[in-house]
């Protein structure tokens, strides 16, 4: 290990810690983003982050029409959706609390929208049944970040016939498998969508860090 990959285990470490210690969020844990965002990629790479290229590969697999609208949730500096793009997707939209990350994320220019917002309980500007496809990596179940308050916003932005898609990382599931399969479920009985598949994926392989994240596939049926 070469001293500049010392340094990049190390700084992902440390904002990895600043990102659980905002237990809250908001403003805050905002600004941790905004200040990762010029060394997120390199140091989330050091560490064998695989979940954005992962995740984009199942994608791939349950998304056949390369021009369909997906949006890249909890975007961050935009590693799914360049691993999106690399695949042939062309119409891939970001979406982020942290502008800081998604400024950064246009150097790869993958996306065709950049919108700066959370996703909870509120409703964002995105018009009802926009997306054929709303993917999202690294961020549902930590504290601060998304849960399923958001299930019904995600819904109602994407199409009827199209899938949701969502990682919990290992780190996460022991607090948050039976509440992800109770919300999943309770929208099951509503009629909003129903379960394709749950996948695992390789989210981290490192000797510092070693995870792997759930994938559970889901198609919107109805409004």
Same mark, same amino acid.
């Given at each position: ?12 470490? $440390? ?95 993958? $996306? ?18 926009? $997306? ?70 390789? $989210? ?20």
């Amino acid at each position: 290990m070469t001293e500049s990959t010392d340094q990049d285990v190390n700084g992902f470490h $440390y904002f990895r810690t600043q990102v659980y210690a905002n237990l809250s969020g908001g403003e805050k844990l905002s600004q941790v983003y905004d200040n990762w965002a010029e060394y997120y990629t390199k140091q989330t790479g050091s560490v064998g982050y695989s979940g954005p290229a992962n995740l984009a590969a199942l994608a791939s697999d349950v998304i056949r029409d390369k021009s369909s609208r997906i949006l890249d949730a909890a975007s961050g500096t935009g590693m799914v959706g360049e691993e999106l793009k690399r695949r042939g997707f062309t119409n891939i939209d970001a979406l982020d609390p942290s502008q800081g990350s998604l400024d950064k994320s246009k150097e790869h220019q993958s $996306y065709t929208e950049y919108i700066c917002d959370t996703l909870d309980e509120h409703q964002t500007t995105v018009p009802d049944s926009h $997306y054929d496809a709303v993917v999202m990596c690294g961020a549902f179940g930590i504290p601060g970040h998304v849960s399923d308050a958001c299930f019904p916003e995600l819904i109602r932005i994407t199409k009827p016939g199209g899938h949701i898609m969502i990682t919990m990382s290992t780190k996460v599931s022991e607090d948050w498998n039976d509440k992800l399969e109770a919300a999943i479920q309770s929208h099951v009985q509503q009629g909003s969508w129903e379960v394709v598949d749950d996948r695992w994926i390789t $989210y981290h392989e490192h000797d510092t860090i070693n995870e792997k994240a759930k994938v559970p596939i889901l198609r919107v049926v109805k409004k």
